[in-house]
């Protein structure tokens, strides 16, 4: 079977940080595309970050600098380091993977097919 389940989501002050986790099962990583999205409140669903767990990224402008994805090829699971939290960054947090055929990623959410439930970050300022 092929899952995928989010954690640590919570509530943060605005200026501090999150770590999300994603917990995967049926995945070997390096053979996916990783990636973070966020949905808030009557907007669409946008990308937060994508890696190819092989050392590529790929960041939204909104998060660049702030926010890290990274993989734990080991253990399946891969991750979202949100520093510097803004309150415009409240939102419901999907991890999300897809088979990687090629070198480069998607990075829209209709490229990816697995979804995890989601995990709610909220900011206080």
């Known amino acids: 079977q092929v899952h995928l389940v989010e954690s640590g989501g919570g509530s943060v002050q605005a200026g501090g940080s999150l770590r999300l986790s994603c917990g995967t099962s049926?995945?070997?990583?390096?053979?996916?595309?990783s990636g973070w999205f966020r949905q808030a409140p009557g907007k669409e669903r946008e990308e937060v970050a994508v890696?190819?767990?092989?050392?590529?990224?790929n960041y939204a402008d909104a998060v660049k600098g702030r926010f890290t994805i990274s993989t734990d090829n080991d253990k399946n699971t891969f991750y979202l380091q949100m520093d510097s939290v803004k309150p415009e960054d409240a939102a419901v947090y999907y991890c999300?993977?897809?088979?990687?055929?090629?070198?480069?990623?998607?990075?829209?959410?209709?490229?990816?097919?697995?979804w995890g439930e989601g995990t709610e970050v909220t900011v206080s300022s």
């Open positions: 999300a993977t897809v088979e990687r055929y090629f070198i480069t990623c998607p990075t829209a959410p209709h490229g990816f097919n697995n």
């Open positions: 049926g995945y070997t990583l390096t053979k996916y595309c």
């Open positions: 890696t190819d767990a092989l050392g590529n990224m």
